[in-house]
């Protein structure tokens, strides 16, 4: 079949910036695609920290100090481009010093609409002097939302772009980017001002991402189950009238997992090396994992994990009842790694301070140490109040570290609750949000692995669990042809 043109456009994208999933997701998207034959040209806006830390970039003579108005102000973007060795997709960033140059990827400053309207607006004022000519251009999260009204509007006039079509794809709906009506001039769309939700503007708001689901061509989501939880209350956050209006209905894609980075037999993070057949590695960073963490406990202690973002959505406020009475009735250590809100933060730092040598709090964001905790525990908790796919439960069930989730959007598509009876699942799922669900939950997972026959089961039916993105990419493969 004929390859198709596609730009990817990312707030972050791995290897470069990552604050989450949508990082990952995005740069095995690329990849996978310009692996299946696609012509890939992925864009991300240039921060500080990629100036800092890849070099090999070039300037692309065509697109240099293009001028772009934001309301009344005046800026230049360049274009940059990674140089890849003509392998896989074209990396390039949109280089905007004012805008992209700060302390961090996203900011609390008051323009930072501004800076997702310039970088979006830069990808289309780039594909114009590069005279390349998307058949599909696939937008995520609220950043990128208001492309698609863009080639509806202010780029319409351009044939360049008349066969392009737009998608949407949704990571998280609690993001949405609002921000003030009387802003609205930032987005430069002239007389197509009146295509903006009007009864949002007369509540004082614009919501870029509530304008990407109107205006893209396809709105798609990072799990089959999620994609049905927002079209209602309470997970559509105010967005499910717009999800339920569309013609067509959102499509659920449930994410792969890059096992590249993110195997054990593999894994370039790790010492110590494991497999199905073989799983002696495992104990080996166990015991790294232990010491590194200054908990006081045999390997033969059983030692649950976290690796979150510390934020509302993960369900931390489940475990401020039910944890501190499980540690004290139970022997298991517990590690958490997390950066994030500080009633979070503190809550561990109080925890890891109250139960010395059993909990350990490492607060932070740290790659390698997240590759170890899944390679050295033996189970992982996520309990989530909503996650769209979530990456650590599948993560986890490749390293034979068994999921305790609870049962919500990508969590519910790919973990199964385990029946020791006929052998058959793969982790611990339970369904309410309440401190006595998690516990339960906790509670069964530790009686079962003081059951080693049955935990060797579970073992082995997690790591026998395929999310590759091969599989995956193709679901998004049949998207574009359908909608070229
Ligand atoms: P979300 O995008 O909502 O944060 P996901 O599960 O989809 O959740 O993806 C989270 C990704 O970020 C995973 O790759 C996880 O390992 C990583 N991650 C989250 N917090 C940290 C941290 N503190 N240190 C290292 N990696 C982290």
Redesign the pocket.
């Known amino acids: 079949m004929a390859a198709l043109k596609l730009c990817i456009v990312a707030s972050e994208m791995m290897p470069f910036a990552?604050t989450?999933?949508?990082a990952?997701v995005a740069g095995a998207l690329s990849r996978q695609l310009a692996f299946l034959g696609h012509e890939v040209r992925a864009f991300v806006p240039f921060y500080r920290s990629i100036r800092e830390n890849f070099k090999d970039v070039r300037g692309v003579d065509a697109v240099q100090g293009v001028p772009i108005a934001i309301g009344a102000d005046r800026f230049e973007f360049s274009l940059l481009e990674l140089d890849n060795g003509r392998k896989g997709p074209t990396v390039y960033f949109i280089d905007c010093p004012a805008m992209f140059s700060r302390a961090s990827l996203y900011t609390e400053d008051p323009d930072e609409h501004r800076r997702f309207i310039l970088f979006s607006r830069a990808v289309l004022e780039s594909c114009q002097r590069l005279r390349y000519s998307p058949d599909i251009i696939h937008c995520n999260d609220w950043h990128t939302a208001f492309l698609p009204l863009y080639l509806k509007s202010v780029y319409a006039w351009d044939q360049l772009f008349a066969r392009s079509r737009s998608v949407l794809t949704i990571?998280?709906i609690g993001y949405q980017g609002e921000f003030a009506a009387g802003q609205a001039a930032d987005l430069g769309l002239g007389f197509s001002e009146n295509r903006l939700q009007q009864s949002d503007l007369r509540a004082g708001i614009i919501n870029p991402l509530k304008h990407g689901i109107v205006f893209a061509d396809a709105v798609t989501t990072v799990s089959p189950t999620y994609a049905r939880e927002i079209c209602v209350t309470p997970l559509g956050m105010g967005m499910q009238d717009a999800l339920s209006q569309r013609h067509d209905p959102i499509v659920g894609i449930l994410n792969g997992v890059d096992y590249e980075e993110w195997d054990p037999r593999t894994d370039p993070h790790l010492e110590h090396h494991f497999h199905l057949a073989d799983v002696r590695g495992k104990i080996r960073n166990k015991r790294r994992l232990i010491e590194r963490s200054g908990l006081r406990f045999g390997d033969s202690v059983p030692l649950m994990s976290m690796?979150?973002?510390l934020a509302e959505?993960k369900g931390v406020d489940l475990l401020f009842d039910s944890l501190p009475p499980l540690l004290n009735a139970r022997l298991f250590g517990l590690v958490v790694?997390?950066?994030g809100e500080r009633r979070y933060r503190e809550f561990f730092e109080t925890l890891a301070a109250q139960f010395p040598g059993q909990v350990a709090f490492h607060r932070?964001?740290?790659?390698p140490?997240?590759h170890l905790i899944e390679a050295g525990s033996d189970m992982f908790l996520m309990p989530s109040r909503y996650e769209?796919?979530?990456?650590?439960q599948m993560?986890s069930l490749r390293y034979g570290t068994i999921p305790i989730v609870r049962k919500t959007g990508g969590l519910a598509d790919s973990v199964q609750h385990f029946d020791p009876g006929s052998g058959a699942g793969t982790g611990v799922v339970f369904e309410h949000y309440d401190a006595p669900a998690v516990s339960w939950a906790i509670n069964t997972a530790l009686d079962w692995f003081a059951d080693a026959p049955s935990w060797r089961k579970l073992m082995r039916n997690a790591m026998a669990q395929d999310f590759s993105w091969q599989h995956q990419i193709q679901q998004y493969d049949a998207l574009y042809r359908r909608l070229t």
């Open positions: 990552k989450g999933g949508l990952d990571h998280n690796v979150t973002r959505q790694l997390g950066a932070g964001y740290d790659e140490l997240a769209p796919c979530g990456l650590n993560y």
